[in-house]
């Protein structure tokens, strides 16, 4: 385990307490292919299989099992001295300064996404748009009625913001009761999540994870599904201090993430089952031993360091900022259809801005505005 006490961390740890800054980084790997399987999304055609990178969308449910085990490690030995309403101000500290950013970018550039592909942009008032902002820096997910772009978002200016509506839910979760339970009971919660998730992936229509984002009752249950057992496994495998030793951990971690979220879709059109056993199985299985390498390493090399500590700060700016960039390529690559040579060019070009746009939020404004946010509103006892 290797420590930093930064106060700006990208984690959710106290200053003073050490954290795990290889799984920061693999948080950035995450939020990397994150934005190139959205890039490449636009030549899919709305149709999984045909997905370059398929299995992009599990960096969310990674994403939760990191989110447990950091909430669980930074947490859980605090409440002696922590209301839940400081609990609450830390998590909104943490998080909602770049949902506010993401929501702003997002109507920056919403009239830029007009066309055939987003017929709802051109036809929507600008006094409509600025509502959708506002509401969309609360968070507070939006009905169909305020769908301002044709997919039915719950936040329509920032599409990736429906998972950090979930995180929510499960930070709450945690705070009202799941911390207090016992690991024996926690454990049962856990497997039968599993069960739920296992009943979407495998028995489900689709035999895939992909949804959650918009406010009715069948991307509810997705994003019910995929929040509930990643995030409490992680808090359990916390718990358990179960941790795996291997040299090289961070290298040997992301590239098992990166091959598990780049393979093709198992079963084609007729055993959607199979595709969903295996991202079950991502999610259950390899996803909690990556997180036990990465927890496990304590003696890595200087630039493993390094490099992991650029991408976990990096990670969560890139996730929040980078979908509006990734309207305006999608319709530009439809409406002209622009075949998978040129479009990567531009694609390549597109990741290098997300990247920029997201360190110069993370330096110009993340990271002041927690600072100053920690000051006026943290208690020095907590």
Known sequence: ?????????????????????????????????????????????????????????????????????????????????????????????????????????????????????????????????????????????????????????MHPLDGPAWSLFFEYIGNILYAVGFRKMSNRVLTVFVLLAAGFLVQLAVFGPRGDMIGGWALDATQLHIGFARLLFPFFAGILLMRLGKRIQIKGAFAICSLLLIVALSLPRFGGTQHHWMNGLYEALCIIVLFPIIVAIGAGEKRADGLSIRIARFFGDLSYPLYITHYPLIYIYTAWVIQKRIPPAQGAIWGALLLVVAVSIAYACLKLYDEPVRRWLSRRFLTRAA
């Not at 055609?45 to 950091?70: C, R, T």
């Open 1 to 153: 385990m290797n420590a930093t006490s930064t106060a700006t961390s990208t984690t959710a740890i106290a200053p003073a307490k050490s954290h795990y800054v290889l799984l920061d980084g693999l948080r950035g790997v995450a939020s990397l292919m994150v934005v190139i399987f959205h890039t490449l999304e636009a030549y899919a055609g709305g149709n999984p299989i045909k997905q370059i990178i398929n299995h992009g969308y599990l960096a969310v449910d990674f994403f939760f099992l990191l989110s447990g085990f950091v909430i669980a490690y930074a947490y859980d030995d605090r409440w002696s001295r922590m209301t839940q309403w400081e609990f609450y101000k830390r998590r909104l500290i943490r998080l909602q300064p770049m949902v506010i950013m993401g929501s702003l970018i997002g109507a920056a550039l919403f009239y830029f996404q007009q066309g055939p592909v987003f017929p709802l942009v051109a036809t929507t008032p600008v006094w409509k748009m600025l509502l959708v902002m506002l509401l969309g820096c609360t968070l507070l997910p939006l009905p169909v009625s305020l769908d301002i772009r044709g997919w039915q978002e």
